[in-house]
């Protein structure tokens, strides 16, 4: 069971130097998201979260796992074989994020058509050729 921390400590994520910008700093990269989102569906090797994260290099994947770890939101486990074999998981509070996580994917998923037309409808480009080809296929 996650704590609720919260509780014991007065934070304000609206104060100027609130220690809860760093967490919100956190949140908001996309890989981080997309790393989260991918572990939601069990323990994964380094080679697996590089196929199922389409774009992300070798470097920004170890940053982001090691990011992630270091916050607690992560487990890394090297298993003691030859080769060694590494994996990572969710913690108990990497879990309550990535149910978030999941929420903010839903949704994003059921309003790209949304954004993608208001951006259009405002001149942006590749918001436009996104909805021909969407509409062509």
Request: aromatic share 6%; charged share 20%; glycine share 6%.
């Amino acid at each position: 069971m996650v704590s609720n921390a919260a509780e014991s400590y007065p934070f304000d994520v609206f104060k100027r130097h609130c220690a809860s910008h760093m967490v919100l700093d956190l949140l908001s990269g996309k890989w981080t998201y997309l790393t989260v989102t991918a572990l939601r569906q069990g323990r994964m090797r380094n080679a697996a979260l590089a196929r199922k994260i389409e774009g992300i290099s070798p470097k920004m994947l170890s940053q982001t796992l090691r990011g992630l770890e270091h916050d607690g939101l992560v487990l890394r486990t090297v298993h003691a074989e030859v080769p060694p074999r590494v994996e990572y998981e969710l913690t108990p509070l990497g879990e309550e994020l990535a149910g978030l996580m999941d929420q903010i994917c839903i949704w994003a998923q059921n309003h790209v058509p949304d954004i993608l037309i208001s951006r259009a409808a405002n001149g942006d480009a590749e918001a436009q050729a996104r909805l021909a080809a969407a509409r062509a296929s």
